[in-house]
């Protein structure tokens, strides 16, 4: 098959431009798209076949459910079994955006998004081009991220067509995500409020925003570590450890003040030195006081990929996938990151970073 990248203004997309994607999928084609979050391989919902094309592609478990995305909180509510006090409150402060609710599903509903669970996950972008996407489809989009399975999910048209190109008619090519990490994922189940996926809304903000609408309800942050990812089976966080993943060893780059980070660096250029490539993912500040020993054990300057230290949190986020992706193209054989505090989107990149890095058969670095 061949894959038409459709190149479109992320700000003012072109209706004439979108139409072919939209055609394909109402005709049971998968596309892959730009969200605010991370590029999604989409289908629409209500079209097994096509859904279950989802799975294929991406070599997804079967067993593992995928977001429908919607226009709308109201186009949101015709998934769900019934609505209610806390789901209004969530979905009319966080969507559209990057948050997904997971309740259970009205009955008679039948779908593979589902995997034959009694709940389903809905989310409503906010990036304009996949809001033009599902208004042009005229149905809600079931899409996981546009990743083969256990691969970082791609944030740029690139990174998506390096793992899709041959297997999707088209890939929409909306530039950067803004985000660079996936959805936070809600689930209101039975009574029980969880996050499963930390994201770009926080824990801190769902709660604030609980709060100041006067519900009392703990949230329980299922997710907040390391669970929540591709691989995961609903409800049984943890079971498998490495996702997100790029080919090269991940490691975290640890250390409570920029003096200790730097003694980090240098620990990091010894321990990997001879004969494998290391590669760095840091903020700029420590980039530049580490320059010296960079140049001094010969580390490549390209391998050196930063993210501005002002708003840390988000600029990390944004780029950590990516990142992986270039250093993997550059034969990075270890890459170093460096780590984030758990606050707002700083909790969803350590989850993800974490993922990656986790590895039960490889233990501690051992070279
Ligand atoms: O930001 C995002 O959420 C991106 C963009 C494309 O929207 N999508 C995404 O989808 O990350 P995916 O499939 O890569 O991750 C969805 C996660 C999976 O871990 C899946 O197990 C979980 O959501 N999930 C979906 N439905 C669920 C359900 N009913 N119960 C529990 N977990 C569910
Ligand atoms: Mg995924």
Same mark, same amino acid.
Request: hydrophobic letters at 40%; a negative charge.
């Given at each position: 098959?061949?894959?038409?990248?459709?190149?479109?203004?992320?700000?003012?997309?072109?209706?004439?431009?979108?139409?072919?994607?939209?055609?394909?999928?109402?005709? =049971?084609?998968? +596309? /892959?798209? !730009?969200?605010?979050?991370?590029? *999604?391989?989409?289908?629409?919902? %209500?079209?097994? #076949? @096509?859904?279950?094309?989802?799975?294929?592609?991406?070599?997804?478990?079967?067993?593992?459910?995928?977001?429908?995305?919607?226009?709308?909180?109201?186009?949101?509510?015709?998934?769900?079994?019934?609505?209610?006090?806390?789901?209004?409150?969530?979905?009319?402060?966080?969507?559209?955006?990057?948050?997904?609710?997971?309740?259970?599903?009205?009955?008679?509903?039948?779908?593979?998004?589902?995997?034959?669970?009694?709940?389903?996950?809905?989310?409503?972008?906010?990036?304009?081009?996949?809001?033009?996407?599902?208004?042009?489809? =005229?149905?809600? +989009? /079931?899409? !996981?991220?546009?990743?083969?399975? *256990?691969?970082?999910?791609?944030? %740029?048209?690139? #990174? @998506?067509?390096?793992?899709?190109?041959?297997?999707?008619?088209?890939?929409?090519?909306?530039?950067?995500?803004?985000?660079?990490?996936?959805?936070?994922?809600?689930?209101?189940?039975?009574?029980?409020?969880?996050?499963?996926?930390?994201?770009?809304?926080?824990?801190?903000?769902?709660?604030?925003?609980?709060?100041?609408?006067?519900?009392?309800?703990?949230?329980?942050?299922?997710?907040?570590?390391?669970?929540?990812?591709?691989?995961?089976?609903?409800?049984?966080?943890?079971?498998?450890?490495?996702?997100?993943?790029?080919?090269?060893?991940?490691?975290?780059?640890?250390?409570?003040?920029?003096?200790?980070?730097?003694?980090?660096?240098?620990?990091?250029?010894?321990?990997?030195?001879?004969?494998?490539?290391?590669?760095?993912?840091?903020?700029?500040?420590?980039?530049?006081?580490?320059?010296?020993?960079?140049?001094?054990?010969?580390?490549?300057?390209?391998?050196?990929?930063?993210?501005?230290?002002?708003?840390?949190?988000?600029?990390?986020?944004?780029?950590?996938?990516?990142?992986?992706?270039?250093?993997?193209?550059?034969?990075?054989?270890?890459?170093?990151?460096?780590?984030?505090?758990?606050?707002?989107?700083?909790?969803?990149?350590?989850?993800?970073?974490?993922?990656?890095?986790?590895?039960?058969?490889?233990?501690?670095?051992?070279?």
């Amino acid at each position: 098959m061949k894959t038409t990248v459709i190149k479109i203004d992320r700000d003012a997309p072109c209706r004439a431009l979108l139409l072919p994607a939209a055609e394909a999928l109402k005709e =049971g084609g998968l +596309v /892959a798209f !730009p969200t605010e979050t991370v590029y *999604g391989l989409g289908a629409v919902w %209500n079209r097994p #076949d @096509a859904v279950r094309a989802i799975f294929e592609v991406k070599g997804r478990p079967q067993d593992n459910p995928l977001i429908v995305h919607e226009r709308s909180v109201e186009g949101m509510k015709k998934y769900f079994a019934q609505w209610d006090e806390v789901a209004d409150t969530l979905c009319r402060a966080f969507c559209p955006g990057p948050f997904t609710l997971i309740m259970k599903h009205r009955k008679g509903l039948c779908s593979p998004v589902t995997a034959g669970l009694d709940t389903i996950a809905v989310r409503v972008p906010e990036h304009p081009v996949s809001r033009l996407l599902i208004e042009l489809c =005229g149905e809600g +989009v /079931a899409a !996981p991220s546009a990743n083969i399975s *256990g691969r970082p999910s791609p944030t %740029n048209a690139a #990174d @998506a067509l390096e793992d899709l190109d041959g297997k999707v008619p088209f890939i929409i090519d909306g530039g950067s995500c803004d985000y660079g990490v996936e959805s936070s994922i809600v689930s209101w189940v039975d009574g029980k409020l969880e996050l499963l996926r930390p994201g770009g809304i926080s824990a801190e903000m769902i709660e604030e925003c609980l709060a100041m609408n006067g519900i009392k309800l703990e949230l329980t942050r299922s997710g907040a570590a390391v669970s929540g990812d591709e691989e995961m089976r609903p409800r049984a966080p943890g079971m498998k450890y490495r996702h997100y993943a790029p080919r090269a060893k991940v490691h975290v780059l640890s250390g409570a003040d920029m003096a200790a980070r730097l003694e980090a660096v240098k620990e990091a250029i010894y321990q990997t030195a001879g004969g494998s490539v290391s590669a760095f993912y840091i903020s700029d500040a420590l980039a530049e006081l580490a320059a010296p020993y960079f140049e001094a054990a010969g580390v490549i300057p390209d391998l050196v990929l930063t993210f501005s230290e002002e708003e840390r949190h988000q600029e990390a986020a944004k780029g950590l996938f990516a990142a992986f992706r270039t250093l993997d193209r550059l034969g990075a054989n270890h890459i170093w990151a460096e780590e984030q505090e758990l606050s707002e989107v700083g909790a969803a990149y350590m989850n993800r970073l974490l993922k990656a890095a986790a590895d039960e058969s490889r233990g501690p670095l051992k070279l």
